[in-house]
């Protein structure tokens, strides 16, 4: 995961997908905007008030490269799970979970694609047309992927494209998120002083994909980030940061075309960077995670305002409940928010503050936590637990969120139900890395019902 984010970093851009390190605004280095890009007044934006906001805090206690393969899909996997090492001919129809195995060669290609299917344990090509599967998006329940303007089927089939007017107005479409209907284009819109892997500012900006192609600029003060915006299930929303008139970090909500605004959350004080967002299928609930602490030196001196948190909005009733985690750091900025596939469970992944590596809670950090018993964490699990002593990147195997599927410092491990067990199909991802090495897993959804599903 980490060296996912390094990858994403010195191939994108703008470096995609890091964190904005602003906590103030000045506006006046704000450049103008583009007059063919709608501005929504910031003056009309207004608070959600389904129902008074209800603030409660929480706080747990701890316990106790790719080179393609030779045929288009490699089963290394038998009746009895046992490895025959030999790849099967032809192709095998995905079930699911899926996950987009993204790798890189010292050689050209220096990055190629392939789908894992954790139910058939196999690996299927998938060739993009464009040098960087970095920053793909899984739509129509896992049938479909975005990457950079283009929409592909599970056999690689290009099916569909952003119009070319966006293509050529916007240029680079890595970091734009597509609507679930593909209707709207959510963007990135970066400005102020540029540096390695950040712009100071990043604003959203909408636009339409039906002619005459008209845009948006839904934010004016450069408080979002530029992965962390997200739609709802049925497009009729973006979730993002931004800041308010007094330059503290909020949540807000906007119809696609700005029209309808809404500041969902009254955050106090300086805080650092919103670094997930997630909604859950149902859309009933969206997640959050805040890094506190962006900047230290050693040797580092804990304190409890250095912590970073999770908090999730119920935008049926209005209600805002916070849950803290001793120590911890903040959630990874991809796949660190998971929801369960009835939106009753959330699972956290993230790391620690720099706490001593001989800390119980140093490093990184799974927790579970169950939005209808007051979102308090009933279960963890930290670095220290796992095989290996290091818990490099996860992702669920169940849409209960009861599995997971994760990669230690010594291999590949399922986890249920507390116990860790050795992958079956960690040969074949071991044989991948023969001659090239992963960067990374860009996990599907958690309601994909198999390939014939997407046929139909």
Not at 11 to 25: D, E, F, N
Not at 424 to 430: H, P, R, S, T
């Amino acid at each position: 995961m980490q060296s996912l984010k390094v990858a994403r970093a010195i191939y994108s851009l703008i470096g995609l997908l890091l964190a904005c390190v602003a906590c103030s605004v000045d506006t006046t280095q704000l450049p103008a905007i583009d007059e063919s890009t709608h501005v929504v007044d910031a003056s009309a934006v207004s608070e959600a008030q389904p129902s008074p906001v209800v603030e409660q805090t929480h706080r747990v206690t701890l316990t106790a490269t790719v080179q393609n393969p030779t045929s288009s899909v490699q089963q290394l996997a038998t009746a009895t799970g046992e490895s025959t090492g030999t790849p099967s001919p032809g192709l095998v129809e995905l079930t699911g979970p899926l996950a987009l195995l993204v790798a890189e060669s010292a050689q050209p290609p220096y990055f190629s694609a392939s789908i894992f299917d954790f139910g058939t344990v196999s690996i299927q090509d998938f060739v993009f047309q464009d040098d960087r599967p970095i920053a793909a998006q899984w739509l129509g329940d896992g049938c479909q992927l975005y990457l950079n303007g283009d929409v592909y089927d599970l056999d690689g089939n290009m099916v569909w494209q952003v119009p070319l007017p966006i293509k050529t107005r916007l240029g680079s479409l890595y970091t734009a998120r597509l609507s679930p209907q593909k209707n709207w284009l959510a963007s990135p819109i970066f400005s102020g002083p540029e540096t390695f892997d950040s712009n100071e500012f990043v604003d959203v900006e909408t636009a339409s994909l039906l002619s005459p192609f008209p845009s948006y600029r839904l934010t004016q003060r450069g408080g979002a980030e530029s992965g962390t915006f997200v739609w709802s299930p049925d497009e009729q929303w973006v979730y993002y940061s931004d800041y308010d008139a007094n330059g503290t970090l909020q949540i807000f909500r906007a119809s696609p075309d700005g029209h309808i605004q809404e500041q969902l959350t009254k955050h106090e004080g300086v805080l650092g960077t919103v670094d997930s967002l997630a909604i859950s299928p149902n859309g009933q609930y969206l997640a959050y995670g805040i890094t506190n602490l962006l900047f230290t030196t050693a040797p580092y001196q804990y304190e409890e305002s250095d912590e970073g948190w999770v908090s999730i909005i119920d935008l049926d009733e209005g209600s805002i409940t916070q849950i803290s985690l001793p120590k911890f750091g903040g959630v990874f900025d991809e796949d660190g928010l998971w929801w369960s596939a009835t939106g009753s469970e959330l699972l956290v992944f993230g790391d620690s503050l720099p706490i001593s590596p001989t800390d119980p809670l140093h490093g990184n950090q799974i927790h579970w936590i169950r939005v209808d018993e007051g979102a308090v964490p009933f279960h963890s699990v930290y670095d220290v637990e796992v095989p290996g002593g290091s818990i490099e990147w996860v992702m669920p195997f169940s849409t209960d969120l009861n599995t997971l599927f994760l990669k230690t410092r010594t291999g590949y491990f399922l986890l249920e139900e507390g116990i860790f067990s050795p992958y079956q199909g960690a040969e074949l991802l071991e044989e991948v890395e023969t001659n090239n090495r992963i960067i990374g897993f860009i996990p599907g959804p958690i309601n994909f019902h198999g390939e014939a599903v997407c046929q139909k």
